[in-house]
């Protein structure tokens, strides 16, 4: 097959993971694959795999960009004929949808990464002819919000594949980590509010905040350095900017996802406990649906006070860290492979061709 990928940017996120763990599995099952984006540090990466890369500005929602995009890739569709326009969020989705619809070749699917706001232009996330939901509770949002019928929808869960982890050993203080892009919702405000509770009660731990920024991120980065500063942490709590994954991990002892907003998936909770790093999660979203509670992780409210009950009960025992990072490496690898995500994503596209 000939699959063509639809996403804003190929930066640091969820959404451009997962394309890459797709787009990478994809031609090393044979198929001919082209990833579409605004560009970033991912889309590099592909190309050294074998992905075609064209570059768009899907990443915009103007009238002016829309229309570049659209015939942009109406002359690179003409040329390469593919066979699935697979987009990841909604500008992609609307010019994939009027591709199809203009050439009538090629089958649009869509896939469900978040929950959308459910006005009229996020409704084109449910026009696909197949619509993947990457999570039970994105599934239910999608036939509750969205009106997609079962017989269009697909739930495809989200897997990962991650380089060797080289665990640093801690020194002094126990390390709390917490890692996402920067966007509305990640919790970095309710990390700093956790870690200011730990260091005055006397806790030994460090903090450590891996962020995603674009290449104009400099004022981001200012923000979160002026509010570390603001909660009196700046001894405590350090800054990394774009990490790679494994390089992260290795870094940190303990997870806090302090999502303040549900999460579609939750990937970054499944990469720590691939890397045997037990996570405390807020109970929001598909994150409820990646950590066996109690077991794997902790679920919790996302409020300051839960987290640090259930953060102090791990830092201060080294064998429950261990077995529950065990645990929790063993149960990711079995349902949460990026193998069996692509083969369930072909099978979703052989439906259609």
């Known amino acids: 097959m000939k699959i063509v990928y639809l996403v804003p940017e190929m930066e640091q996120g969820g959404v451009e993971e997962c394309t890459f763990e797709l787009a990478k599995g994809m031609v090393d099952h044979g198929?001919?694959?082209?990833?579409?984006?605004?560009?970033?540090?991912?889309?590099?990466?592909?190309?050294?795999?074998?992905?075609?890369?064209?570059?768009?500005?899907?990443?915009?929602?103007?009238?002016?960009?829309?229309?570049?995009?659209?015939?942009?890739?109406?002359?690179?569709?003409?040329?390469?004929?593919?066979?699935?326009?697979?987009?990841?969020?909604?500008?992609?989705?609307?010019v994939g949808y009027f591709?199809?619809?203009?050439?009538?070749?090629?089958?649009?699917?869509?896939?469900?990464?978040?929950?959308?706001?459910?006005?009229?232009?996020?409704?084109?996330?449910?026009?696909?002819?197949?619509?993947?939901?990457?999570?039970?509770?994105?599934?239910?949002?999608?036939?509750?919000?969205f009106q997609v019928s079962d017989d269009h929808l697909r739930i495809v869960v989200n897997g990962i594949s991650l380089g060797k982890i080289e665990r640093t050993r801690p020194g002094r203080y126990l390390r709390v980590g917490t890692l996402a892009r920067w966007s509305t919702g990640k919790g970095f405000s309710l990390f700093l509010k956790v870690m200011q509770v730990l260091v005055k009660e006397g806790h030994p731990v460090q903090g450590l905040i891996g962020v995603g920024l674009p290449a104009a991120g400099l004022k981001a980065s200012s923000r979160?350095?002026?509010?570390?500063?603001?909660?009196?942490?700046?001894?405590?709590?350090?800054?990394?900017?774009?990490?790679?994954?494994?390089?992260?991990?290795?870094?940190?002892?303990?997870?806090?996802?302090?999502?303040?907003?549900p999460e579609g998936f939750g990937r970054v909770v499944v990469e720590a406990q691939w890397c045997r790093v037990v996570p405390v999660a807020s109970a929001l979203g598909g994150v409820r649906e990646v950590i066996r509670d109690g077991e794997t992780g902790f679920l919790v409210e996302p409020r300051a006070a839960a987290f640090v009950e259930r953060l102090k009960l791990l830092l201060s025992n080294d064998w429950l860290r261990e077995k529950m990072g065990q645990a929790a490496a063993t149960w990711v690898r079995q349902k949460f492979s990026a193998e069996r995500m692509v083969e369930e994503t072909v099978a979703v596209y052989r439906e259609l061709v």
């Open 31 to 94: 198929h001919q694959v082209s990833v579409v984006s605004h560009g970033g540090r991912l889309a590099s990466r592909l190309r050294k795999e074998g992905v075609v890369i064209k570059k768009a500005p899907l990443h915009r929602k103007d009238p002016v960009s829309f229309g570049r995009s659209f015939f942009s890739l109406l002359r690179f569709c003409r040329q390469w004929q593919p066979d699935i326009l697979h987009a990841m969020s909604r500008v992609p989705a609307w």
């Open 99 to 145: 591709l199809t619809r203009y050439q009538n070749r090629g089958h649009l699917v869509t896939t469900f990464h978040s929950f959308y706001n459910t006005h009229w232009p996020s409704q084109i996330m449910g026009k696909g002819e197949r619509v993947i939901a990457v999570s039970q509770a994105l599934a239910e949002y999608a036939r509750s919000s």
């Open 224 to 261: 979160l350095k002026a509010e570390i500063e603001e909660h009196g942490l700046s001894d405590r709590v350090s800054l990394l900017l774009n990490p790679r994954r494994e390089d992260f991990f290795s870094r940190i002892d303990v997870y806090a996802g302090c999502f303040t907003r």
